[in-house]
């Protein structure tokens, strides 16, 4: 993850009702920890206080912005995208809506395939336009860090080129943060940025014949040249935070994917994988085996790979809008709940299963399709998608980043009620703006 200077600003938003996501207890609503009158302060771009408004101490703020009792949150994270690709497949999705199958599609040349030749060919000129394009529409729904995978490029070398493409975005933000404070900036930041390796999101075609060599390729040179340090800009980072495995029938074995988890957490980076989004084929217990962060879309899951993950505190990570696509019964969300899984939800953007760039529409989705609770559902899209990817976010907390969202609402529910549109008023990332400001309050579209 990148770590962008902050804002040696002093800041006091006051009068809020603010839901910290910071709490303790066993409840969603301990969790959530929905304060009254109150007010937090941000300092070098981290949080200094919050708490009520009666006890914040005084002293010289370079702003107080009253918010008249509107709701402030943690900045949103997206644990799930697959943000770099070229190509649309609109074609495929009316063969699916027509109700051809996901896996005959792909049989057919489609699929993930289709998106690998399109993003071979792309340039990295093009490839970092429609990166950025996409951040910036996340942005704006009030994302302040977005999690991305390769997995369309399928060889060491354009693997690697996604994951440099993802990094360097958030390279970008920096650049324009240089001059920090400066109003005129509001809006050209970006959402941080954690990057995941997925090389092994499908069997590329020079490997058909080959798929043990493929699977070792991946475990062996891949994953060694994405969790090794290099220079990028002025800073050194690995290319790669995380490693994930499409895990599935039809897709990668819980053999291959030990092969390639190991090897990816023997060399430093941490790892989840897509786990059950067409056949329970034990992912879950491997993941939990490996201490993985998550298993993500879990359509078909078992009562023993749930209790797996739950006593590893390996979070389950919904993606509504993907099963929506393909048609799926959603996953059970009081069903994990009840063997204890923390449950996030994610965008899972991509141009085959998910065209969504809209993480709190996903969320209303979850609400409705997999009966996630009200008050479980803002915590899925901070806290838990932020434990998801193994970042210190997502909770209102002294002296973690001061990344927030401040809406035009007062009412938590509005999460999970609201399907698409949904903005914050002001988005703040590391005591910087990064979307609208304290003017655009007083202009809900749902209130
Ligand atoms: O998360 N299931 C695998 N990966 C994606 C789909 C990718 C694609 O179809 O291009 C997913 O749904
Ligand atoms: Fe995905």
New binding site residues.
């Given amino acids: 993850m990148d770590s962008t200077s902050p804002s040696p600003y002093r800041m006091r938003i006051k009068n809020a009702r603010i839901a910290t996501c910071a709490g303790h207890g066993s409840t969603d609503e301990a969790r959530l920890d929905l304060r009254e009158h109150a007010s937090i302060v941000i300092e070098r771009g981290t949080i200094a206080y919050v708490g009520p408004d009666d006890d914040c101490p005084a002293g010289m703020y370079h702003r107080v912005v009253d918010v008249g009792g509107r709701l402030v949150t943690p900045g949103l994270v997206d644990p799930h995208t ?1 943000l770099v690709f070229a190509g649309t497949r609109a074609g495929e999705f009316r063969q699916k809506m027509e109700g051809v199958d996901y896996r005959t599609i792909a049989k057919g040349g489609g ?2 395939g289709a ?1 690998v030749r399109a993003t071979r060919e792309a340039t990295d000129d093009s490839l970092t336009a429609s990166v950025l394009a996409r951040m910036r529409v996340l942005a704006s729904c009030g994302v302040t860090l977005v999690e991305i995978k390769s997995g369309y490029g399928l060889t060491v070398e354009h693997e690697l080129r996604l994951l440099r493409i993802a990094r360097e975005a958030s390279h970008r933000r920096m650049e324009t943060a240089a001059s920090r404070d400066n109003p005129k900036l509001a809006g050209q930041l970006l959402p941080r940025t954690t990057t995941t390796l997925l090389g092994a ?1 499908a069997v590329p075609p020079e490997h058909a014949h080959d798929r043990a060599g493929y699977v070792e390729l991946v475990a062996t040179e891949m994953v060694r040249r994405a969790s090794e340090l290099r220079r990028l800009g002025l800073r050194e980072t690995t290319l790669a935070d995380a490693c994930d495995v ?1 895990l599935d029938e039809n897709a990668f074995t819980v053999e291959e994917a030990r092969t390639i988890l190991t090897a990816a957490k023997a060399a430093g980076l941490r790892v989840r994988a ?1 786990v059950g ?1 067409f056949a329970d084929v034990g992912g879950a217990e491997l993941l939990a085996e490996l201490g993985g962060l998550s298993c993500d ?1 879990l359509e078909v899951v078992s009562d023993e790979g749930l209790r797996a993950m739950a006593a590893a505190g390996t979070r389950a990570v919904l ?1 509504p809008v ?1 099963w929506r696509t393909l048609k799926q019964r959603p996953p059970d969300a009081a069903r994990m709940r009840a063997h204890g899984v923390a449950i996030a939800v994610g965008t ?1 953007a ?5 065209a969504c760039l809209d993480p709190l529409a996903a969320l209303g989705l979850a609400v409705r399709d997999a009966g996630l609770s009200p008050s479980a559902a803002l915590l899925a899209v901070t806290r838990e998608a932020a434990a998801a990817v193994g970042a210190e976010t997502g909770r209102l907390e002294v002296e973690r980043d001061a990344d927030l969202c401040v809406w035009d609402h007062d009412d938590p529910s509005v999460f999970g009620y609201v399907v698409g549109g949904l903005r914050p008023a002001w988005a703040i990332s590391r005591g910087m703006t990064l979307v609208g400001g304290p003017e655009e309050l007083g202009a809900a579209v749902f209130r």
């Fill in positions: 697959h699929g993930i998106t999101h499409y897509h989004q879309h993606l993907a899972d991509n141009p085959g299963t998910s």
